[in-house]
């Protein structure tokens, strides 16, 4: 992994059209709808532009479900460059995003079919984007005993396991993998200190975790347990999200954490 300093990526969640902060697992077709614990009155371009002026690059732009296309192009188009885009990426729009201001494509459900990973699909995009412009979302649930990545709104398990064997084998594929927790994630209980070691241990590249994160104390426990390695994001926690965690705080914390390094 090649980054000395864990850093903090921000977030613009996007679902029907509008930002919000949605409990993950609950997210699927049909039905009542997500658990849903943010939703905001502000559009896209006004988080885009605060994290543009607090200088925070990396983040991401996650379309979840469809009818958010013209909200993550807000959001691009606020700060080129700043944001990753992830969200019903294939090879057909993949360089499109790029041209709208994304640094990097996020891919998950296109590449996997049948519970299984499809090494000519991800060849294309490989040869469409670039190894430099592709993140592979390699977000995860605990079965039997085990974390297996999840595809369709992290509601489908595939049958390849995040593990040091999986780590390795996707490193020379993709510039970074984005992790969430998805058994904690939008529940602001926790983080899960074992999935975060096993990242810290084993990737050869760098990761981004989300999930569980509630408090400054759980900042500084990522940073422990991903032995200062891996990257991390925040959501419903952050008080613009209507949580008690200050974004200023969180800032604060990193910057002064680089200062000491």
Not at 86 to 111: K, R
Not at 168 to 180: R, V, Y
Request: aromatic content about 8%; charged content about 25%.
């Amino acid at each position: 992994m090649s980054s000395p300093s864990a850093e903090f990526r921000p977030c613009i969640d996007l679902h029907d059209g509008k930002v919000k902060q949605i409990v993950g697992s609950t997210l699927q077709n049909g039905g009542s709808g997500p658990a849903t614990n943010f939703v905001a009155e502000k559009p896209p371009r006004f988080y885009a532009e605060l994290y543009r002026k607090l200088d925070l690059p990396g983040g991401h732009v996650i379309q979840l479900g469809p009818g958010n296309e013209a909200a993550a192009m807000e959001a691009l188009g606020a700060w080129p460059g700043g944001f990753q885009l992830g969200g019903g990426v294939c090879p057909e729009n993949a360089g499109m995003w790029l041209d709208a201001g994304a640094s990097h494509v996020i891919v998950t459900s296109y590449i996997f079919s049948g519970g299984e990973l499809h090494w000519e699909r991800l060849r294309t995009l490989l040869k469409t984007v670039g190894k430099e412009h592709l993140v592979l979302d390699l977000s995860c649930r605990k079965r039997d005993g085990r974390y297996f990545i999840v595809t369709d709104r992290w509601q489908k398990f595939t049958r390849l396991a995040v593990d040091p064997e999986t780590l390795k084998l996707l490193a020379d594929s993709a510039a970074e993998f984005l992790i969430h927790a998805v058994d904690v994630e939008g529940k602001c209980q926790g983080i899960d200190r074992e999935l975060l070691t096993l990242l810290a241990e084993h990737s050869p590249i760098d990761c981004v975790y989300a999930g569980g994160i509630s408090s400054l104390e759980e900042v500084h426990l990522i940073r422990e347990c991903g032995r200062g390695r891996v990257h991390f994001t925040i959501g419903s926690a952050l008080d613009i999200f209507g949580g008690g965690l200050p974004l200023q705080d969180v800032v604060a914390e990193t910057l002064s954490v680089l200062r000491k390094e």
